[in-house]
């Protein structure tokens, strides 16, 4: 059975949060390839497979946003952070439900 987030959230969710100025921490798990050919602008990026040895370099504290490409790796990413106390938020559907501006 795949794991399901506690907390999830649209992309037109994200994007009015985004383009209402309110502070968001987008952490962005997909492949450096993936990344480079576009992400949500001031997302943080760490590849899945990194992200056991790096989750330090994320605050605990902060409401983060996880985004891959459709969603699963994203979940598993949440299921990684939330296990070691994070607050992670899946975003649905990931980049291919992402209608908005991209870097």
């Not at 959230?9 to 450096?32: C, F, H, M, Q, W």
């Not at 902060?62 to 994070?86: F, K, N, T």
């Amino acid at each position: 059975m795949a794991f399901k987030p506690e907390k999830e959230i649209t992309s037109a969710e994200l994007a009015t949060r985004i383009k209402r100025g309110e502070p968001v921490n987008v952490l962005d798990v997909r492949e450096p390839l993936e990344w480079a050919e576009g992400h949500i602008p001031g997302a943080k990026h760490i590849p899945l497979g990194q992200l056991p040895e790096r989750h330090a370099e994320l605050d605990p504290q902060e409401e983060l946003i996880v985004v891959c490409r459709s969603g699963g790796r994203s979940s598993l990413a949440c299921e990684l952070l939330g296990e070691r106390g994070y607050n992670v938020v899946n975003l649905l559907g990931g980049m291919m439900a992402w209608q908005d501006e991209v870097e």
